[in-house]
């Protein structure tokens, strides 16, 4: 019955979480978004489900989301707040998506540093 059918969708790998096969993917996500954004470097998440990507001074956010995404463009006073080491939890001001947890697959540092820097108001 019903188990068979969840179990052979299973078996056949329909049931898998989407991941982004590469860098390139992932920026094409994000700029499917936002066409004009001039990106520079991306961080892959370690389960490739995610990605941040450096827009100016501003941080792109791409995700997999069954067969879409969820995109971001994030600009200073956008975030509430950015804390962790290896894992970054970032609060955002946005009530659709208020908080995003990643593990890069990179040393997080540099990230941290770049999102921090937009948790202050709008100038």
Do not use: C, K, N
Not at 44 to 51: H, M, P, V
Not at 68 to 75: D, E, H, K, S
Not at 94 to 102: A, C, G, K, Q, Y
Request: charged share 25%.
């Amino acid at each position: 019955g019903i188990a068979g059918l969840v179990l052979m969708v299973h078996l056949m790998g329909w049931t898998g979480r989407p991941a982004f096969a590469s860098e390139a993917e992932a920026r094409a996500a994000f700029l499917a978004d936002y066409p004009d954004a001039e990106t520079g470097g991306v961080a892959l998440s370690a389960d490739r489900r995610a990605a941040l990507l450096a827009v100016g001074e501003d941080v792109g956010f791409a995700e997999r989301f069954g067969q879409g995404r969820v995109t971001r463009l994030f600009r200073r006073g956008d975030l509430a707040a950015v804390a962790g080491e290896g894992r970054l939890r970032i609060e955002t001001r946005d009530f659709t998506l208020p908080v995003i947890e990643i593990e890069l697959a990179e040393e997080a540092g540099p990230w941290r540093a770049r999102l921090s820097a937009l948790t202050g108001d709008e100038a």
